[in-house]
């Protein structure tokens, strides 16, 4: 379905849990091949900080720092320095803050790695959660275009402030790769195996249509660490959406 896709990732695994305790029994259990990206967010970081991210590094494993940066540019600039010299993979900031947040916190980025004399990491651009739906879009946000615009219109401002790529639904990755060069990624969750429930989620896909719909990478947290064996399901998804070009 369209174009090839430069770049596909091993699913990337969110570690929503509450304790270190928790966090690390996943950790151990999920060192298999291909390995997963772990996905820290803010319940974890909020609790344990920069030595949560130590752990997974040590152990072998990227790392997705999602915590989804959001406030006046000269503030998310002088976090993302922070965030900048860890040695993560991936990071977030919501594209909802503009242009110039973005570009800043992108700028803040660059230059915390660069002083740590690590590669900069990859900056995804939060573009609609995908727990949002038009009717919250139109009646809560008071947004007068879709969905699908909407989203357009932020992976368009994300691309021109520098950001590495998007975080949206995969139903709306292809039409963000009409607006976007072919290396701008799609990072994708609300990830729902067939007959898995959706919870707070409303803009979800399989792992196989994630697959065919173009997404880079997807997201995965509840599907695989709410089961009694998360090794198997993470790697019945990974299979699904790794799985050979047709
Ligand atoms: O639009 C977004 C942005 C981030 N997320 C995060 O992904 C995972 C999804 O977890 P599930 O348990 O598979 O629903 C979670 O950490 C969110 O913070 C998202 O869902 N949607």
Redesign the pocket.
């Given at each position: 379905m369209g174009g090839k896709i430069l770049k596909r990732y091993s699913p990337m695994v969110?570690i929503?849990v509450a304790t270190e305790d928790e966090a690390l029994t996943l950790f151990d259990r999920l060192t298999v091949a291909p390995r997963p990206i772990l996905?820290i967010?803010?319940e974890l970081y909020y609790h344990l900080g920069p030595a949560i991210v130590k752990a997974a590094q040590r152990r072998g494993f990227k790392v997705f720092l999602?915590l989804?940066l959001h406030d006046i540019p000269n503030t998310v600039k002088r976090a993302m320095y922070v965030l900048g010299q860890l040695g993560v993979d991936f990071t977030?900031i919501h594209a909802a803050g503009g242009s110039e947040m973005v570009a800043a916190g992108a700028a803040g980025l660059r230059a915390g790695a660069a002083a740590a004399g690590l590669p900069t990491p990859q900056l995804l651009a939060?573009?609609?959660?995908?727990?949002?739906d038009e009717r919250v879009l139109h009646e809560e946000q008071h947004v007068n275009l879709s969905l699908v615009e909407s989203v357009q219109s932020y992976a368009r401002l994300a691309e021109r402030a520098r950001a590495a790529g998007v975080?949206?639904?995969a139903q709306e990755v292809q039409a963000i790769r009409q607006v976007t060069g072919p290396d701008f990624l799609c990072v994708t969750?609300?990830?729902?195996p067939a007959g898995f429930a959706k919870?707070?989620?409303k803009r979800v896909v399989t792992p196989r249509q994630a697959h065919e719909l173009g997404s880079n990478a997807i997201?995965?947290?509840?599907?695989?660490?709410?089961q009694a064996d998360p090794v198997a399901a993470y790697q019945t998804i990974e299979q699904e959406f790794l799985a050979e070009e047709d």
């Amino acid at each position: 379905m369209g174009g090839k896709i430069l770049k596909r990732y091993s699913p990337m695994v969110a570690i929503d849990v509450a304790t270190e305790d928790e966090a690390l029994t996943l950790f151990d259990r999920l060192t298999v091949a291909p390995r997963p990206i772990l996905k820290i967010g803010m319940e974890l970081y909020y609790h344990l900080g920069p030595a949560i991210v130590k752990a997974a590094q040590r152990r072998g494993f990227k790392v997705f720092l999602d915590l989804k940066l959001h406030d006046i540019p000269n503030t998310v600039k002088r976090a993302m320095y922070v965030l900048g010299q860890l040695g993560v993979d991936f990071t977030t900031i919501h594209a909802a803050g503009g242009s110039e947040m973005v570009a800043a916190g992108a700028a803040g980025l660059r230059a915390g790695a660069a002083a740590a004399g690590l590669p900069t990491p990859q900056l995804l651009a939060i573009t609609q959660l995908t727990s949002i739906d038009e009717r919250v879009l139109h009646e809560e946000q008071h947004v007068n275009l879709s969905l699908v615009e909407s989203v357009q219109s932020y992976a368009r401002l994300a691309e021109r402030a520098r950001a590495a790529g998007v975080v949206c639904s995969a139903q709306e990755v292809q039409a963000i790769r009409q607006v976007t060069g072919p290396d701008f990624l799609c990072v994708t969750p609300g990830i729902r195996p067939a007959g898995f429930a959706k919870g707070d989620q409303k803009r979800v896909v399989t792992p196989r249509q994630a697959h065919e719909l173009g997404s880079n990478a997807i997201v995965v947290g509840r599907p695989i660490t709410q089961q009694a064996d998360p090794v198997a399901a993470y790697q019945t998804i990974e299979q699904e959406f790794l799985a050979e070009e047709d």
